[in-house]
């Protein structure tokens, strides 16, 4: 599998399909689970992200966020990637302050994924690999350099 690539896999069965590298892929595990999305960086490791709707209320946990403009049904295009040590700030408390928002909603973005990340140092070469991977175009603004 190539670098950048992501795949999905199902209950009882396997699914591998390459993916131009900025889109991400989904499943449903149950509806009281929502959706997961398995995606991996430059760097070859594995990350599996909770996919909410923007603006579901989330803990006050320290993680990495991707907001996500879907695609397809089951493909999402990651349109800015970020981290902070308090999720429940940044993308419920102060959404419509944060630093690209006008970026983010212009983009299309209807989701968020989110992976718990205590420690900073994870945090900040998690977001890095990925903004690496992927790209997004909100992460991308010279006016604006992504901050941590």
């Not at 929502?34 to 209320?57: N, V």
Request: charged share 25%; proline share 4%.
């Amino acid at each position: 599998m190539s670098k950048g690539s992501y795949w999905v896999t199902r209950p009882h069965f396997s699914w591998q399909r390459k993916l131009p590298k900025y889109m991400m892929t989904h499943h449903q595990l149950g509806a009281e689970r929502g959706l997961i999305a398995k995606c991996s960086g430059l760097g070859g490791r594995l990350y599996t992200l909770t996919i909410e709707q923007i603006g579901t209320t989330l803990r006050a946990d320290a993680g990495v966020y991707v907001f996500l403009r879907r695609v397809r049904s089951s493909e999402w295009h990651p349109v800015y990637i970020g981290a902070t040590d308090n999720l429940h700030q940044c993308l419920n408390a102060s959404l419509t302050q944060h630093h690209r928002w006008d970026c983010i909603a212009k983009a299309g973005a209807t989701h968020v994924g989110i992976l718990r990340v205590r420690s900073n140092a994870d945090r900040v070469r998690v977001q890095d690999e990925l903004e690496r991977t992927y790209r997004p175009v909100c992460n991308r603004q010279k006016d604006h350099p992504p901050t941590r």
